[in-house]
């Protein structure tokens, strides 16, 4: 219903309607990439990055590895930014981490920027496309999939907010992936990939240590990337705050590895 509701505005509005897609090189990102593209071709088109400046930087770069799907469709990546502050510099000078109800992280870092590209565009009808699925959590399986952004919104200028890929699993969008080849961030596991890529530790293409990581993830990036864990656990250190409540990332990754010695020295009364 959304997809038809979008396909008359563009016949309505023809070049004075764009399209913006939040790009972050991620798989959900990456597979909405594909879909404007294939619905949309003829429309104008813009890609943005909203870097935090806490992206993943190995094996390579998250703004690298969207540049390349981008120039995979014919466009180029816009990377944005808070001229003010990075991921990290926020924490600090707030004196605490973001947390699931206040993500300040999404609205200083991510959305904020994006809007200020967005007000720079000439098109008088902007759909801002986002790689939201619903099935990726509660609260987001109860937003809404196309509806007019008030804050952008002006006398001239109208904008829509969509989620075209807001009904799609994981397993589409996985397997959208493999059947078109089309590359995934290697930081993902291993059983995302379908071209031999492995070394990689997450199942969400988030910062380099988020605040909705599992206590399994945090134990993955401090075995994968201890630069950005330790980066965190200062700052936690420093604030007297830490990022998750009630325990440190060190108390957190520690209780994990005594778990997973326990469970081995029970496994070996087995045998």
């Not at 088109?45 to 993943?56: I, K, L, Q, R, S």
């Amino acid at each position: 219903m959304e997809l038809e509701g979008v396909r008359r505005l563009v016949q309505e509005r023809g070049s004075d309607l764009a399209f913006v897609v939040n790009h972050s090189g991620g798989k959900d990102s990456t597979r909405l990439l594909g879909f404007i593209r294939n619905k949309f071709r003829d429309s104008p088109t813009y890609a943005v990055m909203a870097d935090t400046g806490f992206e993943h930087q190995r094996p390579i770069s998250a703004a690298d590895f969207a540049r390349q799907r981008c120039a995979e469709c014919g466009l180029n990546l816009t990377v944005v930014r808070n001229p003010k502050r990075t991921y990290l510099e926020m924490v600090e000078r707030r004196g605490m981490f973001p947390s699931p109800r206040f993500r300040q992280c999404t609205s200083d870092l991510k959305r904020s920027p994006v809007e200020k590209f967005i007000r720079t565009l000439p098109h008088k009808v902007i759909v801002n496309c986002i790689g939201i699925r619903a099935e990726e959590s509660h609260s987001r399986s109860r937003l809404a999939p196309l509806a007019v952004n008030a804050s952008l919104t002006t006398r001239d200028r109208t904008v829509y907010n969509w989620l075209p890929i807001f009904d799609q699993s994981l397993a589409e969008v996985l397997a959208w992936h493999w059947v078109n080849a089309i590359r995934l961030h290697p930081v993902y596991v291993p059983e995302y990939h379908k071209d031999g890529t492995t070394g990689g530790y997450l199942r969400r293409f988030s910062c380099r240590v988020c605040i909705f990581s599992t206590d399994a993830d945090l134990r993955a990036i401090y075995e994968n990337d201890r630069v950005a864990f330790e980066q965190v656990s200062h700052l936690e250190s420093k604030l007297g705050y830490t990022m998750r409540p009630g325990a440190s990332l060190v108390q957190i990754v520690s209780a994990q590895t005594s778990t997973a010695i326990e469970e081995a020295r029970q496994q070996s009364f087995c045998f």
